[in-house]
């Protein structure tokens, strides 16, 4: 028996990808008895009957730890968020709740700023000392250029990664980019590959370093209503240490008194822009949960 990961299906088939090898195979009946659908992203133990052809079964689908919709992908470990330095500009409430909704998802963040060649007025730095106060990896890229795409590679490495952002900001052409370092996997690839434009399902690719990538950019909706308001202070890791000294356990870091996470933003700890997107977000949770609430 083998481990592996499912890396596309199509038409019944699974390819498998296990030791850097990618694996025709079937599923077992007994998942079709079971109702259980394999999903791309998910880990699972084949057995090898052909390794020349590399034909295999799955024998076993490991515990999900979780399953995106869109794209249907399952044991995502990282979002990318991939914003525009110019054309468009970030807009950053939409920012803020790209991370909200991937940290709300069990993600890892990695914040990227691509079209690197359009920021001569330096604006990165800007946005760069906001998202490392918080706590995450800040990439500025080109994908014209290559500039940064090491760097975003290398952050990568030994997990499953979506891309995630608004559309124009380039994430077809960072994947593009990126996909240059995908590993050759050989003649079974390009076999699979011609069926490309029959129905459109994600898949994932591997690429040196190790990094699996899934090809279509989304993770989520951007509806923020499953949150509950209270939970909203943990998904901005920077005012974390301040929160646990707030005088009431379950502050809103609004008007109550004792509040250390309003007494860092009077003392610039924590930036006027984080908490204002903080604030626009716990608003909107609030507003959708009164229209979306069935009395
Ligand atoms: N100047 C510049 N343009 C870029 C860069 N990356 C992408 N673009 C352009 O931005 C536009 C949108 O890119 P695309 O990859 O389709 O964005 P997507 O909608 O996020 O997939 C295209 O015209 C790209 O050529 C970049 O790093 N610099
Ligand atoms: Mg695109
Ligand atoms: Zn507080």
Redesign the pocket.
């Known amino acids: 028996m083998a481990e592996g990961i499912i890396f596309k299906g199509i038409g019944g088939f699974y390819y498998v990808m296990s030791d850097h090898v990618l694996y025709e195979c079937k599923a077992r009946g007994k998942f079709k008895n079971d109702k259980v659908v394999p999903m791309v992203g998910d880990h699972v133990s084949i057995s090898i009957y052909d390794e020349s052809q590399k034909l295999g079964v799955i024998e076993a689908i490991h515990p999900r730890k979780n399953e995106l919709i869109r794209p249907t992908v399952a044991n995502v470990d990282q979002a990318i968020i991939?914003f525009?330095i110019k054309?468009p500009l970030p807009n950053v409430t939409l920012l803020d709740k790209m991370i909200v909704l991937a940290e709300h998802a069990g993600l890892k963040v990695i914040l990227c700023f691509?079209?690197?060649?359009?920021d001569v007025s330096f604006d990165f730095e800007k946005y760069q000392k906001i998202y490392q106060n918080a706590g995450y990896d800040v990439v500025k890229?080109?994908?014209?250029?290559r500039e940064g795409v090491d760097d975003l590679v290398a952050l990568m490495s030994n997990k499953i990664n979506v891309f995630s952002?608004?559309?124009?900001?380039?994430?077809?052409?960072?994947l593009n980019a990126i996909e240059d370092y995908a590993v050759e996997i050989g003649e079974l690839s390009e076999k699979i590959k011609r069926g490309k434009h029959t129905t459109r399902h994600s898949e994932l690719f591997e690429i040196t370093g190790g990094g699996m990538i899934v090809d279509t950019?989304g993770f989520t909706s951007l509806s923020v209503s499953e949150i509950e308001p209270e939970q909203l202070g943990d998904y901005f890791p920077e005012f974390r240490a301040f929160a646990q000294n707030c005088r009431f356990d379950n502050c809103q870091h609004q008007n109550e008194p004792g509040c250390h996470v309003k007494e860092a933003l009077s003392n610039r700890k924590i930036p006027i822009e984080r908490y204002d997107a903080y604030l626009y977000i716990q608003k909107e949770i609030i507003e959708q949960r009164r229209r979306t609430k069935k009395w």
Do not use: I
């Open positions: 991939v525009s054309n691509n079209k690197a060649d359009l890229t080109c994908a014209l250029t952002g608004p559309s124009g900001v380039g994430k077809s052409s960072l950019p």
